[in-house]
């Protein structure tokens, strides 16, 4: 049988299968009568996407944590200006 005949949710469900529910590709393959090289296929396919999505995402965490952390520093600099400025005020008194 070709993937074309198999739905989009039927080959989500398949690779859950093996991938969440720790099945074998050849006990899945057998329940539900596909060949198991299709159903190695769209495990394979899965696993390189979800790697290219975890690539992705910690890209996006990097970039967050890099404008966060400057974001913390010119606060800690504007804190410690603003106690520079009070000490000064209470020294005056």
Known sequence: MSDAKYSKHFKREAVKQVVVLEHSIENVSNRLGIPEESLNHWVKTYVKLKERVEVDELSILRKENKRLRIEL??????????????RADLGKG
């Open 73 to 86: 520093k010119d606060a800690r600099d504007e804190l410690e200006t603003l106690r520079k400025a009070r």
